[in-house]
């Protein structure tokens, strides 16, 4: 079963990329904490640490149907929650 996870809470203004595990081969990776998951799973990181993932192989980018769902968001345009 794929599961989606957010890790961290991304700062505000921050840009957050969703990306797919590929392989596993540690519990933590460049200080993210993969203990979790699985491959296949996808999580939505940092942009510099899901592009870092990305370069090392660990992960890539989801191929969906939906690609606006894939896109980087930036968290600094959300309403705010007041």
Known sequence: MQT???FR???RGSVVLRVRL??????FLNGIDLDKLSVGDSMDLPERDARM???EGWAEL?????AAADAPRNFG????AS
């Open 53 to 55: 993932l990305v370069a």
């Open 77 to 80: 345009m959300l309403p705010d």
């Open 4 to 6: 989606t996870r957010t």
């Open 9 to 11: 809470r991304p700062a």
């Open 22 to 27: 590929t392989k596993k081969l540690a519990r």
């Open 62 to 66: 989801p191929n969906t149907a939906d």
